[in-house]
T-cell receptor, first 113, second 111 residues
């Protein structure tokens, strides 16, 4: 049973397109996150979200928006994709905001051409 | 702003040798995490350190936390090839709940 799953695993698209990445967790966790890992392997938090509060990293462009239909899902929508958006995006979840360890999904490798 | 610094960033070592990876952070925290990432894979939780003086061991890896020095170490004993991976430390500061990662240490263990 996959704890945190993401789809798609690979996403190749053209500049200017709009795309979404889906994330689901079956751990019953309250909080979910999106991270971006660049080509140098540096991990940066983009959003953290529970059913009450969305925290946005101020450096994230407003072209990125998380959407949560329910506690088990946190999707990432990206508008007007740019070359610099190419990266691996990881979804994660934890029982409570960051107090406990976070469990990561398999990642989505986004390539913008 | 919280800074989390790992060193070394790259580490090549022979099998059977010992080495330590260091993680320094710049703000008050008592929550520190170590993760492992294999190439092309996701992050796997290794250790959760939640108090000053915490020490945890799993196989050939041992992690410790000194909150007064704002330092965590990941010690590798008698390295084997299977330990080759990138190791990240991550810190959650007192004043917010967002986890900040170090740059990672890319470990290569050679036979």
């Amino acid at each position: 049973d996959t704890a945190v799953s993401q789809t798609p695993k690979y996403l190749v698209t053209q500049m200017g397109n709009d795309k979404s990445i889906k994330c689901e967790q079956n751990l019953g966790h309250d909080t979910m996150y999106w991270y971006k890992q660049d080509s140098k392997k540096f991990l940066k938090i983009m959003f953290s979200y529970n059913n009450k509060e969305l925290i946005i990293n101020e450096t994230v462009p407003n072209r990125f928006s998380p959407k949560s239909p329910d506690k088990a899902h946190l999707n990432l929508h990206i508008n007007s994709l740019e070359l610099g958006d190419s990266a691996v995006y990881f979804c994660a979840s934890s029982p409570f905001r960051s107090y406990n360890e976070q469990f990561f999904g398999p990642g989505t490798r986004l390539t913008v051409l | 702003e919280l800074k989390v610094e790992q060193n070394p960033l790259f580490l090549s070592m022979q099998e059977g040798k010992n080495y330590t990876i260091y993680c320094n952070y710049s703000t008050t925290s008592d929550r520190l995490y170590w993760y492992r990432q294999d190439p092309g894979k996701s992050l796997e939780s290794l250790f959760v350190l939640l108090s000053n003086g915490a020490v945890k061991q799993e196989g050939r890896l041992m992690a410790s936390l000194d909150t007064k020095a704002r330092l965590s170490t990941l010690h590798i004993t008698a390295a084997v090839h299977d330990l080759s991976a990138t190791y990240f430390c991550a810190v959650v500061p007192y004043n917010n709940n967002d986890m900040r990662f170090g740059a990672g240490t890319r470990l290569t263990v050679k036979p």
